[in-house]
């Protein structure tokens, strides 16, 4: 992208991903000179489909940028604190009083540079989420994880459950964490630094952070568990995998102990809390 940026030469490129037309009206839509890549029109969630070509919010800009934005500052008679405008202020009147010491990105830069060969596109064919919800990023990491197996297949775990654990699908384990033989891992799984493993536990589409402990027979199932926790025998840590919902998948914070024969569904924990009782759906602060 920067290399484009680069050969553009104009003050800004964007990146853009293309997606289907029915949940086009969800993002800023966008339309590109097929040739140049140059933004001739863009506008944020419109109401009337525009583009199947979408704003994925990175940007490189040059200095130039902040011309452009001490310009509408001017017009506001103040200095601006750049910032991308909300989804609920999208949805206000266009004519509503706006603070002055703000610039909307979208509409304020984007738009009226539009056609003005002032700024590119760069369209990636690699895929691309939006992160809104916590269980989102236990989606990503299996995008990259698959996408892992076919262009770094060597950092990827395998095993048959022999001599090494059950390997099932796309899993990362980082050479310092130890793994039970008997234990059964995946798919969608990452296990970082430190973390140990023991026998009969069962891991499905979840992360486990460096230093963490997941005792004999533990299930964990869309999950994070995160930094210097640990897991109890028999426990069950799980969540239904909503990855759009708040309480989509279990969270636990640094330093959380599960205690032996605990159930915890749909929660987020947070750090330094020991769980003797099991729990659905809170949030434990």
């Not at 097929?34 to 933004?39: D, G, K, R, Y």
């Not at 419109?46 to 800009?61: A, K, L």
């Not at 230093?211 to 869309?222: G, L, M, R, S, T």
């Amino acid at each position: 992208m920067l290399e484009a940026h680069r050969r553009y030469g104009g003050m800004g490129t964007i990146l853009v991903s293309k997606v289907s037309a029915e949940t086009a009206s969800e993002f800023g839509e966008l339309v590109a000179d097929p040739e140049t890549n140059e933004l001739l029109h863009y506008t944020e969630k419109p109401e009337t489909f525009v583009s199947d070509r979408i704003n994925c919010g990175v940007y490189v800009f040059t200095p130039d940028i902040f011309n452009a934005i001490q310009g509408v500052s001017t017009q506001r008679k103040d200095r601006a604190n750049l910032r991308r405008v909300s989804s609920f202020e999208a949805l206000q009147p266009v004519n509503r009083s706006l603070p002055t010491n703000f610039v909307r990105l979208d509409q304020d830069i984007l738009t009226p540079l539009a056609g003005k060969k002032q700024l590119y596109t760069y369209e990636t064919m690699d895929f691309w989420e939006q992160i809104k919800t916590p269980g989102m990023s236990l989606k990503c990491s299996g995008l990259y994880l698959a996408q892992y197996s076919s262009t770094s297949p060597h950092l990827l775990a395998s095993g048959d459950g022999s001599k090494t654990a059950t390997i099932s699908g796309d899993v990362y384990i980082h050479p310092s964490a130890k793994v039970h033989p008997t234990a059964k891992i995946g798919p969608n799984v990452s296990i970082s630094a430190n973390a140990r493993i023991g026998a009969g536990a069962r891991l499905i589409s979840c992360i486990i952070l460096d230093d963490v402990e997941i005792k004999e027979n533990a299930v964990v199932i869309h999950a994070i568990v995160g930094w210097k926790s640990s897991i109890g025998r028999w426990s069950r840590v799980q969540g239904v995998g909503d990855y759009n919902s708040k309480l989509g998948i279990t969270i636990l914070g640094e330093s959380v102990s599960v205690e032996d024969e605990v159930v915890v569904i749909n929660s987020i924990v947070l750090p330094n809390k020991t769980l003797n009782v099991s729990v659905q759906e809170e949030i434990l602060l």
